[in-house]
């Protein structure tokens, strides 16, 4: 009889493992399959010479389209950078926050709930940027000392971005940040469409908190490189995501530090 039990227990251990596994691949399915056609319509604007539909200082200086119209072009591709670079770093918040909903609804419907409130906040950030850039723009067109010296734009992007990435407050922001996407017990209230928004602005807010200077070199850069939002997208991932990953802030923050020296000394030397 209790060589029965032992096998019967035994069996029932290796359900629920097998249970656990099969929900654990259910929950990253949907956020993985948004990343990877993100990334491949990225992949795709770059093979086919489209990127600058993605690139804003195209679009402000060199498309000739109105205003309005590039506002709107430049959000939608926003969707699908945010979708691709933001993303992948916040996966396991999405995956535990399918797995505290389960069977509480379709679970497309709650993880695409928390997604929504997350990109909201980024798309929120989107349209600060491009506003600001737009008034750059203006400032050195209207202004010829500015015009003459307009490295000083990157120099001080880069020195802003270089002293956020050392400072207390990357620091707290990143922590909790990180602290939003250890893993729960319970949801903070019923799990409800707008209960699951609204966690996905509150998880997407203190992503800003955390990576907005990284995604203003990002924005100063204009979007042209492959090669640099494939690596900024990295940083973030491991910052995030990797245990110790905070850690390279530090390095990152000296980093755009270097390159502000280098950028204002190119000019200076020339």
Same mark, same amino acid.
């Given at each position: ?5 032992? $096998? ?7 359900? =629920? ?10 929950? %990253?399915?949907?956020?993985?399959? =948004? ?9 795709? /604007? ?31 591709? @926003? ?43 980024? $798309? ?26 307009? @490295?000083?734009?990157?120099? %001080? ?23 939003? /996407? /250890? ?9 409800? $469409? ?33 090669? @640099? ?18 850690? =390279? ?9 270097? =390159? ?11």
């Amino acid at each position: 009889m209790a060589s029965t039990r032992t $096998t019967d227990t035994a069996h029932n251990v290796a359900a =629920l493992d097998e249970a656990q596994v099969s929900g654990n691949w259910v929950q %990253i399915i949907f956020p993985w399959l =948004l990343v990877v056609i993100a990334w491949g319509i990225v992949l795709l /604007a770059f093979v086919t010479n489209r990127a600058s539909l993605i690139d804003h200082d195209y679009l402000l200086r060199t498309s000739r389209l109105p205003w309005l119209v590039a506002f709107i072009v430049f959000l939608i591709s @926003w969707q699908i950078m945010t979708v691709a670079m933001m993303l992948p770093s916040a996966l396991s918040m999405v995956s535990s926050i399918g797995a505290l909903s389960r069977g509480r609804g379709p679970l497309w419907l709650v993880q695409g709930s928390f997604i929504l409130g997350y990109t909201f906040v980024w $798309t929120l950030f989107a349209c600060v940027a491009f506003l600001g850039d737009t008034l750059v723009h203006q400032l050195v067109n209207h202004w010829r000392w500015l015009y003459l010296h307009s @490295w000083f734009i990157g120099t %001080i992007t880069l020195l802003v971005a270089g002293c956020f990435q050392l400072s207390p407050l990357k620091r707290s922001c990143l922590q909790h940040c990180c602290h939003e /996407a /250890a893993p729960r017990t319970t949801l903070p209230g019923p799990a409800r $469409t707008g209960t699951i928004w609204r966690i996905g602005v509150r998880y997407g807010l203190f992503c800003l908190g955390a990576c907005w200077a990284i995604m203003l070199v990002m924005f100063g850069i204009g979007m042209k490189s492959l090669f @640099w939002i494939v690596a900024l997208t990295g940083v973030m991932l491991v910052e995030k995501e990797i245990p110790g990953g905070q850690r =390279l802030r530090v390095a990152i923050g000296a980093g755009f530090l270097f =390159l502000a020296v280098f950028w204002l000394l190119i000019p200076l030397m020339a």
